[in-house]
């Protein structure tokens, strides 16, 4: 009996750690997921490729640097559905902190895309209702430069683009 607990503890604590975001080229599950996600050295499009896998199907969503900031991590919703959540944005005064895209973790398909680039164009309401709560910011207490990104203790993946592409 204590050894049946023991294994179910264990496998609680494998399927914990693989609910995060790839790093160091290194793709991680999210879900049913496989997610991965790279910035290339240039400013060529599409700049950040965001890629999943799931039942055999692979999807790519591309995006350009006109938003230098790009963080994802997998999300559970508030009836613990999965979902790949990320957020691609700009720096300045008039940016939409708020560029969040929804990937459905089950099927690969997106759910919600990220708007414009204004601050008026934000669609964190949005990706609360799909979630059933509010969303929480990104942390991002360090941000990679890599092709690859950098999984922070938090889960997060968080990039700006690397030295040799200039925004």
């Known amino acids: 009996m204590r050894h049946i607990h023991l294994l179910g503890i264990v496998a609680i604590l494998i399927f914990v750690a693989t609910e995060t975001v790839a ?86 398909k997106i759910r919600l895309k990220p708007k414009g680039r204004w601050r008026r164009d934000g669609n964190a309401d949005k990706a609360s209702k799909i979630l059933g709560h509010p969303v929480q910011a990104f942390s991002c207490p360090v941000f990679s430069r890599a092709s690859t990104g950098m999984l922070e203790s938090t889960g997060e993946l968080c990039f700006l683009p690397s030295l040799n592409a200039p925004v």
């Open 23 to 108: 790093a160091e080229g290194k793709a991680s599950l999210c879900g049913k997921a496989t997610v991965s996600l790279a910035n290339r050295p240039t400013t060529t499009f599409p700049f950040y490729v965001l890629n999943i896998k799931v039942s055999g199907l692979e999807y790519r969503y591309l995006y350009d640097i006109e938003r230098e900031f790009f963080m994802v991590r997998c999300e559970a919703s508030a009836t613990g559905k999965m979902y790949i959540l990320f957020n691609w944005m700009c720096g300045g005064s008039g940016c939409n902190e708020a560029g969040f895209g929804l990937v459905d973790a089950d099927t690969g």
